[in-house]
């Protein structure tokens, strides 16, 4: 599994997005989570989790909910290299994604998936089966989530992100209206886009 397809879009001269795979071997901590705020066409979320040296990566228009009753879709984009969790910056507009990404949450997680007798299935068969759970321990985001790949309909190959009904769950909670700094620096997208202005 390479980042081919992350390579392909970009140039590198002209953004300061991460280069390359930078995976590094397992090192037995836990797997990360990231979600980067993104002001590209349209505002969107890109919510990543750490499977195989590799973030896989979904585009969520409206953010991750914490109330279970919302289903929020979530678009799956190519693989990004590990190191992209550390990137926040202003991607210049004439480039691929161009824009400005923050570091909205960030944190580890743990995978929930078991099989009917209680075994558990591991991550990567969980993806490949398309019914991923997890359970985040970010900044803003916290508990179980599910994403669930949508197998027939209009919609089929989008997934979808529900927060799981567990003691994190919040239906009034809106952090994607209310939290609107990065966790990594602090900053506001308006103070993100000003210093990195390409
Ligand atoms: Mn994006």
Redesign the pocket.
């Known amino acids: 599994m390479g980042n081919d397809d992350y390579t392909n879009k970009r140039d590198f001269n002209k953004t300061n997005e991460p280069q390359g795979d930078t995976a590094k071997k397992p090192n037995g901590k836990p797997p990360i989570f990231v979600i ?1 705020k ?1 002001d ?1 066409t349209n505002l ?1 979320y ?1 919510f990543r989790i750490q499977i195989s040296g590799t973030l896989k990566s979904w ?1 969520v228009p409206k953010g991750p909910s914490t109330d279970p009753s919302e289903k929020r879709m979530a678009i799956p ?1 190519e693989d990004h290299p590990m190191g992209y969790a550390d990137f926040e910056g202003a991607i210049p507009e004439d480039q691929y ?1 161009g824009g400005t990404v923050m570091i909205w949450d960030k944190g580890t997680f743990k995978n929930l998936k078991k099989d009917s007798e209680g075994n558990p299935i591991s991550i990567e068969d969980s993806y490949d089966m398309g019914t991923v759970e997890i359970w985040l321990t970010g900044k803003k985001i916290k508990g179980g989530y599910s994403l669930i790949k949508m197998k027939s309909g209009n919609m089929q190959g989008n997934w979808l992100l529900i927060k799981q009904d567990d003691e994190e769950a919040d239906a009034r909670r809106r952090p994607t209206n209310t939290e609107n700094k990065s966790v990594a620096s602090g900053r506001t997208m308006k103070q993100i886009e000003k210093d990195d202005a390409p």
């Open positions: 980067q993104h590209a969107h890109d585009s984009t994604g």
